[in-house]
Structure formats: structure tokens, C-alpha cells
């Protein structure tokens, strides 16, 4: 009877640990969700912050967020779903692939505050491109393409061989079979895998700390600089003021961030073909 | 695609027209171009980082700069012995406060959960994953450090709320992790181990946690990049001070959180340093990267 007292004790942890974990969940977002939807309005989102306190709305920085984001997003997907397109119907297996899949593999892990220092370093200075929209946007997209890439790779190796032998039997050549066949098969898990990386790229800090700025201001060309949500988010926490808006801010960063994640589950879901 | 696809590929080529087996072959090298951008961007990183860095060795001394204990812009000493010892406190302290509850969650999601709670669980540990640092850390200043505060009498700030912050951030990752690693064992061993008498308990931890012993390795070693790159979470929470720690809610720093304080007004010499640091922890997270292609080699 020992053993079986054991396995109950044993497994009622295990149950703990996953409770705990998604309490921390429940406790994260209903805490923010508590504090921040008191100072949500139309007023908050649509507005300049303005005064010491920075009172008032976080309008352009919700205007930058998603700027760089859809910027950094244009430049890295076709690069990643190419590069995908390569590693998994072209390449033959050997030293090339290696280098190239461990380079995409170093770049996943490569901290956020080395890419910032690096972003600054090549296209702030360097490349003069300053404090911009699309610095950030190149130094964001290096984030996004590993993302990108891994889920495209995994999308494309999921279709199956007897739809590219069909294609091939009709005499398509290797690139009309990626481009009818292949890609359009793949095509719902690619655009989850973009979705995801976008996500990612919304609550970055570091990174657009150091290659956007954080001057207050409503981004119109890609040169212009501007503050993203996490990086007002940040200087809010730390220095103290106006904690509000530091809530309403994280609110909304979050609900971006499900909204991404949310809405690659949904596209998973109703458009999957393999 | 095998070998002897592509080379059938290649014999089709040859009968199409001239213009699409070239159309063909400048498609070919544009996705090469493509998925080359991946190496160049890993070089193009080592290269600026480490020349920002580079007159770490000529203006300083590498020794003095891994060795030294003082870190003072003001005296021009950059000794960066205890920003070590930051990092690696808050790192090793999350990883041990974070790992148990990772592999349990893990364990729990791929042995015991049945489907419908598994189906809401998995979903909640992901979106975990998805959250911001900068919404941690603020979590973490805003409640945490209170909380602590009032417990200890200190101002709340150090390398245990960082802890628990930092743990709380690499359970999503490690449990994911973990889980893929529990996943890939076959059911087949598992109904073995019923089929001998042993409990649902002796079952996981005698041959499932064994069997997916290197995959969960894999996982906690990504955590711990993960969680020695961290930057504005912890710089929220340890306090900011570039000396050795005085227990473990005293104020410290790790090499993340001071390349961010010090960032804004650094010229010279000490923005060489902070280059630097940055340089190290970039080649850091690619030996942890290399490290775990080694051990998957290994298990093949």
C-alpha cells in the first residue's frame, strides 16, 4: 500500500505544479486587468501624453508599436519563408545546411540587449540611419526571422510527398511545384508562424530601446524616431510616475500580444491543410 | 528531399527550355541568398559587437576588465567581476527555483492531465510564453518588490525578487521544452512499465523522465540563456548596484541590467566596456546553442 500512497502523493504534486503555474498566469493578467482597465478609454488610446507625468493618452506610441512591427515584419518574412523554402526542398544535407541551421539557431538565442547594441552599433551609427522606424524595424526583423523560418520549414515538411509527385508527374518544374503545390499547402501554418514572430516582436524592449528611442512622437516616413508601448511602459515603471497609465500601458501591450497569439491559434485552426 | 530526388530534378531540367532551367537555377541561388542572410547576420553581429569591444584589449586589459571588482565610470575602473557574479546568482537561483516547477508542469501536461484539462492548460502555459519581459519586470516593481519590501524591511530590490520574477519568466519556455522531449517517448515504453506492476509514478520517473533525460536538458540549458540574457526584467527588480551582493536582498547588478543603466551617458572607454559584455554574453548564448547540438548529436 506504501507504493500506492506514494503515486498519490507523487502525482498530487505534479498536479500542483501545473495549478501554481497557471494560477502565476491567472494572478499576472488579472492583476494588470484589474488595475488597468480603470484608465482605459478613448481618451487614453487616441491621445498625446503630455505634461511631467506624462498624463494624457499613449497614442503615438501605440502608432510606433505597430509601425515597426509591420515594417520589421515585411522585411523578414520573405526573406525567412525563402530561406525555409531552400533548407527544406533544395538543399542537400551537409556542412552548408549545418552552418546555416546553426546560425538560425544562434540568432533565436542571441539576448535582446545584444541586438540592441548591435542595431545601434550597425544601423544607428555605422549605417547612419539614426534613431528610426526602420532601424528598429532591421534590428527587429533578425529577432523575426529564426521564428519564421522554423515554423515555415516545419509547414513545408508536413506536405506530403505524394502532392509534390503530382505536380511533378504533370511536368511542373521544381519552382511551379513549391509555388502551386507546396507553399499554397503550407500557407495557413507559414502565416501562423508570421503572426507568432509579430507577437514576439510587440514586447520587445530592448532591442527598439536602443535603435528607435524614446522621444515622444508620431512616426510618418521610416526615418522618423519614435517611443514604442514597452519602452514608455518601462520609463513609466521605473521612474515612478503616473503609474495608471503604466497599468493602462501593460494592459494593452498584453491584449496586443493574445491578440497576436490568439488570432494565429484561430487561423491554425480554420484553415489548416496539412 | 533525398539525393537521388534532386538529381532526377536535375536530368527533368535538362529537357525544359533554356530560359526556365536558368528561371530554375536564378531561383535556386535567390533562396540560397535567402537563407545565407542567416550566417551573415551571425557574423555581421560578432564582427560590429566585438570591434565596439575590440579596444578592450589594447586601451585596457582583458584581465583587469574580467577580474577587476571595481565597476566605476567616474574612476574609469571597469572591472566586471561582480556583474559576473550578478548574473550568475540571478540565473542559477531562477533555474533552480523555476526547473522543478517547469519539469513538473511538463510531466503533469504529457502523463497525467487528462485531454480536457490538458487542453486548457497547454494553451495557458503558452500564452505565458508570449508576455513581455517589460510586463514582468513591471509586475515585478510594481507588486513583488512591495511585497517583499514589507517582509524584510529592505527597499524590496535584489537578487530574490529577481528570482522569482526570472522564474516565473522561464517556466513557459522550459515547460514547452520539456514537454516536446516527453512527448517524442514512445507510448510503447510506458505500457511496458504498466504492464510490469509499476505505478503511474514509478512509471515517470524510472523510465519516462530517463528516457527524455537529454531533451529536458536541452530545455533547462535554453532556459538558462534564456534567462542570463534577460535584461529589462531583471533590471527592474535587482537594484542596480555594481558590487558584490550582501545577501540576497541587498541591491546587486548582472552585465544585462548595467549595459542598460549605463548606456545613455557612456563614451570612451566605458562604452567600450559595455560593447564588451555584450560581446561575451553573445558568444555565451552561442556556446550554450553549440552545447545543445553537441547533446542531440549525442543522443542520435
Redesign the interface.
Known sequence: MNRRLTNRIAIGILWGAALLTVAVLGALLLYVFVNGIRVISPAFVFTWPHGVNAEGGIWPTIVATVYVTALAMLISSPVAVLAAVYLAEYAFQGRIVNTIRFAADSLASVPSIVMGLFGFALFVEAMGLGLSMISAALALSLLMLPIIMRATEEAIRAVPKYMRWGAYGLGATKWQVVRRTVLPAAAARIITGIVLAMGRAVGETAVVLYTMGQAVNLPITPADSGRPMTVHLYLLAVEGINLPAAFGTALLLIVMILGFNLSARWILRHNRRV | ?S?EE?RS?TK??QL?SRS?YV??WI??A???A??????L??A??FV??G??ALPIFTDYSFWKFISGTEWSASSQQFGILPLIVGSLIVTLGALALGT???V??A???SD??SPRVRK??R??????A??????????G???LRAVVARFTGTLGFGAFTAWIVLA?MI??TL?ALSEDALLSIPEGIREASYAMGA????T??KVVVPAAKIGIIDAII?GM??A?????AVL?VVGNAPVFPKGIFAPLSTM?SQ??MD?PYAVGLHRTA??AM??M??VF??L???S??LLSRLRD
Not at chain 2, 123 to 128: F, G, H
Not at chain 2, 130 to 139: A, C, D, E, Q, R
Not at chain 2, 199 to 202: A, E, F, R, S, V
Open positions: 528531399m539525393p534532386t530534378g527533368t531540367l525544359v526556365t528561371r530554375e531561383l535556386q535567390l533562396f540560397f535567402c537563407a545565407f542572410v542567416f550566417v547576420a551571425v555581421l553581429i560590429f559587437v570591434w565596439k522543478p516547477l517547469a513538473g508542469t510531466v503533469f501536461l497525467v492531465a486548457f492548460v494553451p495557458a502555459v503558452e500564452l505565458l508570449g508576455i513581455p519581459s517589460v510586463v514582468y519586470g513591471f509586475f516593481i510594481i507588486l516565473i517556466v513557459p515547460a505505478t503511474q509514478w514509478q515517470i520517473y535554453l540563456g534564456r542570463i540574457g534577460e535584461t529589462m527592474m544585462t549595459i542598460v548606456m559595455l560593447f555584450a560581446a554574453l553573445f548564448s552561442m550554450l546553442v553549440a545543445v547540438r
